[in-house]
């Protein structure tokens, strides 16, 4: 009984084998079991059957790899995007002397207080240290490398901000009249005071603080940025959309610098304005990227968007494939909108903390995190390139830190938009000017700067992250692969299945029948025949 089960299943094999080869519809196969092909026919088919299917695998397996690694193609829009559809930029201005002489006569205060330190051999008891080092936070390195002996009086934790505010510009005097879409305004009114690395700023057209900040998680000691004040009763607040482009349709600011305040000590050679361009739900960190406006030019910034969407496509895949993050899959601690600049942001305050044991007095903090005092200001400057020069070999790796960096993982955002600027500038003859109209005795008091920033062009091509290679498009360049290597469709490998699966049973059964039936008829042959006797 045993021989005969094998002898069956043998049997079922070669059958459902010859069979295949006589029916399949891949190419070559039919080949395989012809009783007129020689065994050297035989091999030669099977040897290219092989060689083509291992030419197919390979192409696969490269087209797999395109798909797993580069799903995600950028490409421009098939539209043009009008201005109107988008907000107008946050401008954000920072006056590079940043307190004001009546105030506070830094250039003064500095050397009358070397003085005193030389003359009582090397001690001070002057009132005005803990102003002068609430404003050395806000002067550059050289000054702290000519300079240093602030960082080692009275060390305490002087409060930066309060003293900040107190001592900074007079904004009524800083900002004259403003101009919006052809409707004048006073600058005071709608350039909120924020808080940046650079001190006191001024913004316009960004979003309200409780909408960029997670309000629970900061300290309650003071606002970094101030409300917005609309234009008229009916108008909404900010951000602003754009109306156009062109010089009427943007912004245009005139501002005026009392000469007497302008103190080259902190600052430096460099005098005048920083300007930055940001979206309206950034942040502004001025120190990392911004435009020098100098005294007593009439500037006027061009502006190009250069703006990035996701497809719905695109926003299928991970955020490792398309490398960037939708608002939803990142969390930031302190900021409610996620772009890659509060991203880097939060991450250069918490890596601050873990440094230096305090965060610099512009940062968002909490209440129980210290504002760094000023003998920590090399810390706090060195803290920037362990962030952003991670991969620096000549700095010392610190596995904690450099860890702490890695997880900031600050991909840019999945909707995001720049500004590509184009800017001209001409001198302003005040003296000629203010002599016309007879003002003869402010001509040596101030110095005017105007900028305008609008729109260059009323259309714009937006660029677009989109799917290169989904999963039809796999299937597709696979089934393409394997027909022009075998000739396989989806039929011939529901054929394969089919021979594998039922076809087995079919045979079985026939070939089990058949065997059945010569059995008896070998047994009935076999038969003695009884013939009687007559």
């Not at 045993?2 to 399949?24: D, G, H, I, M």
Request: hydrophobic share 35%; glycine share 4%; proline share 4%.
């Amino acid at each position: 009984m045993p021989t005969f089960r094998r002898r069956l299943r043998r049997s079922v094999r070669v059958e459902v084998f010859r069979e295949y080869c006589a029916n399949s519809s891949i190419h070559g196969v039919r080949y395989f079991d012809r009783d007129e092909r020689t065994t050297c026919e035989r091999f030669w088919w099977l040897v290219v059957f092989l060689l083509s299917m291992l030419g197919c695998c390979v192409m696969i397996y490269k087209t797999y790899v395109k798909w797993n690694q580069t799903p995600i193609i950028v490409t421009f829009s098939e539209k043009t995007t009008p201005v109107w559809d988008i907000h107008f930029p946050a401008i954000t201005i920072c006056p590079e002397t940043k307190v004001a002489a009546n105030k506070l006569n830094f250039t003064a205060e500095m050397k009358a207080l070397l003085e005193d330190y030389k003359d009582i051999n090397g001690t001070t008891e002057r009132e005005s240290i803990d102003q002068l080092k609430a404003v050395a936070q806000l002067c550059n390195t050289m000054f702290h490398s000519k300079y240093n002996l602030l960082l080692y009086l009275n060390d305490t934790d002087e409060d930066v901000v309060g003293m900040l505010k107190n001592l900074s510009l007079s904004r009524h005097s800083t900002l004259g009249l403003c101009q919006y879409c052809n409707q004048y305004m006073l600058c005071d009114k709608h350039l909120k005071e924020t808080l940046t690395d650079e001190g006191l700023c001024y913004t316009f057209n960004m979003k309200p603080e409780e909408d960029i900040f997670r309000k629970r998680s900061l300290q309650t000691y003071y606002t970094y940025t101030e409300s917005w004040f609309p234009f008229s009763e009916h108008e909404t607040l900010t951000p602003l959309y754009a109306r156009g482009a062109g010089l009427h349709a943007g912004l245009t600011l005139f501002l005026r610098q009392i000469k007497e305040d302008v103190d080259y000590m902190c600052t430096g050679f460099s005098q005048g304005y920083k300007l930055m361009i940001h979206d309206p739900g950034e942040y502004p960190q001025v120190s990392m990227r911004n435009m020098r406006i100098p005294f007593g030019h009439e500037i006027s910034i061009a502006l190009k968007p250069q703006m990035m969407i996701t497809s719905q496509s695109a926003a299928d895949f991970s955020w490792e494939k398309r490398q960037c993050f939708f608002n939803h899959e990142r969390h930031l601690r302190y900021f409610k909108i996620y772009n890659q600049e509060n991203c880097e942001l939060e991450c250069l305050t918490n890596v601050t903390q873990a440094i230096c044991g305090c965060v610099r007095f512009s940062m968002p903090r909490s209440n129980d995190t210290r504002v760094c005092p000023l003998s920590m200001f090399h810390c706090m400057y060195d803290v920037k390139w362990i962030v952003y020069d991670i991969d620096d070999p000549q700095r010392p790796v610190n596995e904690k830190i450099t860890a702490m960096v890695d997880r900031c993982n600050c991909l840019p955002a999945c909707s995001s938009i720049s500004y590509d600027v184009e800017t001209t500038q001409t001198t302003l003859d005040l003296e000629k000017f203010l002599r016309v109209n007879h003002e003869y005795d402010r001509s040596d008091k101030f110095f005017i700067t105007t900028i305008a920033i609008y729109f260059k062009e009323s259309y714009f091509i937006t660029s677009k992250r989109s799917e290169l290679y989904g999963w039809v498009d796999f299937l597709a360049n696979c089934g393409g692969l394997l027909g022009l290597f075998m000739g396989v469709s989806i039929l011939s490998l529901l054929e394969i299945c089919y021979f594998i699966t039922i076809r087995p049973f079919s045979v079985r059964s026939r070939i089990a029948s058949v065997e059945k039936r010569k059995s008896n008829e070998v047994q009935n042959a076999m038969l003695p025949v009884i013939t009687k006797r007559e």
